[in-house]
């Protein structure tokens, strides 16, 4: 089976342009989050979905980021418009949801805004 | 709201020594699950091991194992017979729910370096 799947893997922007990532989860899979790592904060969780519906977007910065999930397959992160302190990894996650406590990981996209 | 505390940035071992890791948590929950994930150079998030806090048996996933202290709030990893493999950032992590549905709470996370 193919993992969470995350696109683009590396990106590389100039400030003030809008960025949008994108998330596979893993078929099946009903929670999906999306994750920021920097060195100063370390991971820290932005929001997540349980089937499709945003539950706790606390952790989003700013009204800058916004996050949606169309369907089950398809998620996305954008900032907008964005700015140097951005530059992160940013990482998605799936899991099967409440009762099943394992979350998989994608391979992060690493951005950087200049 | 919850912390995760891992007092180790960095952690250097010759090959094939033990090694452990440790963790401290601040919940008020009674019922939550503790994580141990590992972060190769790769950057993958690679999970090796999970905890119930209502199993008092210490979680073991071959080379790995944990010592949970539930009145101490204490949460380390154990790894036996080290290898270069091994070498990766490990974090520790933190959810009071079923953890698939909420989010996790993660430490700033250890550095091991496994030396030939």
């Known amino acids: 089976d193919a993992g969470v799947i995350q696109s683009p893997r590396h990106e590389v922007t100039e400030m003030g342009q809008e960025v949008t990532l994108r998330c596979k989860p893993i078929?099946?899979?009903?929670?999906l989050f999306w994750y920021r790592q920097t060195m100063m904060r370390g991971l820290e969780l932005l929001i997540y979905?349980?089937?499709?519906?945003?539950?706790?977007d606390s952790g989003m910065p700013e009204d800058r980021f916004s996050a949606k999930m169309p369907n089950a397959s398809f998620s996305t992160l954008k900032i907008q418009p964005s700015e140097p302190r951005d530059s992160a990894v940013y990482f998605c996650?799936?899991?099967?949801?409440?009762?099943?406590?394992?979350?998989?990981f994608g391979p992060g996209t690493r951005l950087t805004v200049t | 709201a919850q912390t995760v505390t891992q007092s180790q940035p960095e952690m250097s071992v010759q090959e094939a020594e033990t090694v452990t890791l440790s963790c401290t948590y601040d919940?008020?929950?009674?019922?939550?699950?503790l994580f141990w994930y590992k972060q190769p150079p790769s950057r993958q998030m690679i999970l090796v091991i999970r905890q119930e806090a209502y199993k008092q048996q210490n979680a073991t996933e071959n080379r790995f194992s944990v010592n949970f202290q539930k009145a101490a709030k204490s949460f380390s990893l154990k790894i036996s017979d080290s290898q270069l493999g091994d070498t990766a950032m490990y974090f520790c992590?933190?959810?009071?729910?079923?953890?698939?549905?909420?989010?996790?709470?993660f430490g700033k996370g250890t550095h091991l370096i496994i030396q030939p």
């Open positions: 996650a799936s899991s099967l949801g409440r009762g099943s406590y394992e979350q998989y």
């Open positions: 078929s099946g899979h009903n929670s």
């Open positions: 979905f349980n089937n499709n519906v945003p539950i706790d």
């Open positions: 992590a933190f959810t009071d729910s079923g953890g698939g549905a909420d989010g996790l709470t």
């Open positions: 919940t008020s929950e009674n019922n939550y699950y």
